[in-house]
């Protein structure tokens, strides 16, 4: 078996790396992967859209043709110190033994490995291969915009390998489908401003990660658990006589992102007693938190009275939302059903939005999240719109391309494949609903904390990756 070595891979990685492309600011990408085709001769097209499709004929193989998918696009997120712009500066990328990881920011990793692999298919002259539908699609981060473009039905090819998944001998074979909330909320006007301090209270630290990937994790949202800690102290300031309101709120950058940070302006005339509960309170939840959030921390401090009062009903609107599990599979263990993420939170003098991601495997059941999102808009008087709605993925019952999967997984890391259903949005799902015949997998390295500053992938499984697809390329 030939395959292109892994220095080739991470050479194209170190590329694309090189190259903004967070979701939305795709062009520079799209540029380098039209002159990465032009310049070897490969017959290609980007769509109105931009999604790019790179074509190779067979080497050695009169095999049907074979689609390797890969979205172009990567979620933007950075650590508070932080001075990267996503909009211009490169990825930089930190070796560090078997862990690439980047300085500060998301890696890319997802699903830059599995371009980088794509890349390095089509730049090899050795690897014997079926000939090759390679298709990049733009903006899946924020709701699988490409591939709810592309016209996938008009590929010849129906063996599907999508390179955007994680884990060593593990393949997705089925994923939930999703959907963005976004509600808005008035602040009424004759809310009753209060004669007292403002205290700023920050709280980061946390792991974050993927909404959905990560979501049975018990990784706290920092968003709830602020709202949380400062509904205890407002308890307390009532109690002693005294009044609270919140100012501002606002925490989270991404809807498909568990919000890592967060940070809440409060003012009030007994600053004392709120601050003595808010920080038991603090002490108690802290804890009790996983060890991926160990690193978490709250600080306060004060702050110039600059803005006009919101009241108190933003915090009782934040902790009616569904948030995190809302149902398990049946008969498949720790595999989540449905769940809802409270991801982002504006909160200001000039009004009030958050932002949800709610997923299911099951339309009904994605529905009913919906429903629960609603009834906490029409409960406290608020608006809410969806958008970026997509389809789950089911598993097929016969399959061609799963069994040869197996057979490299055997050949590779000589062990059994195992293929799972999961908790998050693929393009498998468009795609199925485009070209009900297409015969997918999902598979990919092992890659960690994707959508967070911390994402790492194994170099070394990058390498077995690399070998696991050329396997598959060389006997489908």
Known sequence: MSYPELSGVLRFFEEISRIPRASGNEGGVIEYLTEFARSRGLEHHVDDAGNVLIKKAANGSDSAPVVIQNHMDMVAEKIASSNH?????????????????????????????????????????????????????????????????????????????????????????????????????????????????????????????????????????????????????????????????????????????????????????????????????????????CDADMLARMSVTAVPSESKCIGTELLDIMLSMPNGILKMEDGMENCVKTSANLAIVDANEHGIKVTLSCRSSDEDELDGAIGMVGKVVSDFGGTLTTRGRYPGWAMRKESSVRPIYGAAVKEVLGMDAEFVSIHAGLECGIVAQKAPDMDMISFGPVILDMHSPEETVSLSSVERFAKIVCYMLENM
């Open 85 to 289: 712009d996503f909009e211009c500066d490169p990825i930089e990328l930190i070796y560090d033994e078997d862990i690439l990881r980047a300085n500060g920011t998301t890696l890319g990793a997802d699903n830059g490995i599995g371009m980088a692999m794509a890349l390095a298919v089509l730049d090899s002259d050795e690897l014997k291969h079926p000939s090759l539908e390679c298709v990049f699609t733009i903006s899946e981060e924020i709701g699988l915009i490409g591939a709810g473009k592309f016209d996938f039905a008009a590929l010849e090819g129906r063996r599907y390998l999508n390179l955007d998944c994680e884990g060593e001998g593990i393949a997705t074979v089925a994923c939930a489908g999703g959907v963005r909330c976004d509600t808005e909320f008035p602040v009424s006007s004759d809310t009753p401003e209060i004669q007292g301090r403002d205290l700023k209270i920050t709280l980061d630290g946390l792991a974050g990660g993927h909404s959905g990937a990560d979501i049975d994790k018990r990784r706290a949202n920092a968003l709830v658990m602020l709202a949380e800690l400062i509904s205890k102290g407002i308890s307390a300031v009532k109690d002693a006589g005294a009044s609270l309101s919140v100012v501002s709120f606002e925490g989270g950058s991404k809807d498909n992102a568990i919000p890592r940070s967060a940070v809440a302006v409060i003012r009030t005339d007994d600053a004392e007693a709120f601050l003595n509960v808010l920080n038991e309170a603090a002490d108690d939840r802290l804890q009790y938190l």
